[in-house]
């Protein structure tokens, strides 16, 4: 199985939430994934716009961290010189969604515990979304696991191989006699809780 490219798309709220990124970006290279993450560049020649749109138009998947802090800056609700980083690589992603007439296969969102579902950027909350515990990054968490066979083309359930149609004998003429729907018959026997219906049943009959 050919290791698939995976591009870690995020904002740095903060230290602990740049380690805890840089943590689930080991963990997918150790299960196999090329993961690719800034913090594993220390200044890209071509400058890093150009770096940015090269891994996202060569990555097979794009995981999107998404927190309120992404949210703002993929969707320019932020001060201007904030979050230029993230304001353009949600351009490149919005254009490639674009290009694709809204078919999506390649961008994923991404939450952690605490993350809201709303941090998803408008044009993909309507997609498969994933969250993982920042605590485990491991099998034994179930969105990690979900994710990681996304990722790798393996599903939970595999479908069985299709069968030949089978073909069944045709009734025969008598055989399709007893099939013609019968009259419902009124039992000639009388209810022994009601009387005076003799009338009545013999009507019916």
């Known amino acids: 199985m050919q290791s698939p490219k995976v591009f870690i798309s995020y904002s740095h709220d903060s230290r602990a939430h740049a ?12 299960d196999g994934l090329d993961a690719i993450l800034d913090q594993y560049v220390v200044a890209p020649s ?11 138009r060569d990555a097979d998947y794009v995981l999107m961290l998404c927190t309120a802090t992404y949210y703002r800056w993929v969707m320019g609700e932020e001060q201007p010189g904030r979050g230029l980083g993230v304001r353009w690589e949600g351009s490149l992603i919005y254009n490639q969604l674009y290009q694709g007439e809204s078919i999506n296969a390649k961008f994923i969102p991404v939450l952690f515990q605490a993350g809201q579902i709303d941090f998803i950027p408008a044009p993909l909350q309507g997609c498969r979304f994933y969250r993982l515990d920042e605590t485990c990054f491991g099998f034994e968490d179930q969105g990690y696991e979900a994710l990681y066979r996304h990722l790798t083309g393996q599903p939970y359930v595999v479908k069985p191989e299709m069968g030949q ?16 729907l019968q009259p419902w018959n009124v039992p000639y026997a009388r209810n022994p809780y009601f009387t005076g219906r003799e009338e009545v049943l013999q009507e019916l009959h």
């Open 19 to 30: 380690d805890c990124v840089l943590a689930f970006a080991d963990r997918l290279r150790r």
């Open 46 to 56: 071509e400058g890093w716009p150009r770096w940015m749109d090269t891994q996202i």
């Open 165 to 180: 149609i089978r073909r069944l004998p045709a009734l025969e003429p008598k055989e399709r006699q007893t099939d013609v």
